[in-house]
């Protein structure tokens, strides 16, 4: 069945590092990707999307590239802020429709 | 445009009570879609409605069960509560176009089963 693996958290950055969280999907056909954010006490927030092979999502300088060869779906933020401290979920639409999600990764920028 | 809502946003029951929990989607969205969110399990889908019909349902024990009104505002219905239904309980709103399957998501509603 269709599944969503993401690294490891939680992952602490100092103010103004580089991001990179992985994530790697396992998927019949061509579903899309997302990230989400959810903020401590809230719900989920889309935060980038892509729908085919090669797309770049990208959204308050974070960015991910949907690389179908590799069947991941990397976020990149070239520089977080503190603001950015949250659980970042990768997940992927199949044709049903249904959101799968990856186990969350936490991220706590310190200042 | 208003987001999604849910209410209530905390809820308290004990072991063996059902409850229901309501959603009202963005206007225009004529797809809900409910999630349960645990520490342990992560985030699963429970199933989606759209325009009154369940569409999809995921690995869940009949006692919960949904139905959708047709303003397409949602409720999901736990019966026979057991104390591992202690979640966050998302909806989703999408107007359900493919490929461009975004869903929107409400605060949540936390249930606490004692």
Redesign the interface.
Known sequence: GNSVTQMEGPVTLSEEAFLTINCTYTATG?P?L?W?VQYPG?????LL?A??ADDKGSNKGFEATYRKETTSFHLEKGSVQVSDSAVY?CAL?D??????????TELSVKP | KAG?TQTPRYLIKTRGQQVTLSCSPISGHR?V?W?QQTPGQ??Q?LF?YFSETQ??K?NFPGRFSGRQFSNSRSEMNVSTLELGDSALY?C?S?E?T???????????TRLTVL
């Open positions: 061509y899309s997302f989400y809230e719900g989920l927030q889309l999307k729908t085919k979920f639409s044709e049903g429709g249904k959101l799968i999600f990856g186990q969350g | 999604v797809s879609s999630y992560g985030l889908f989606e569409r999809n995921g998302l989703a999408s359900r493919w490929p461009y399957n975004e869903q929107f998501f409400g605060p949540g």
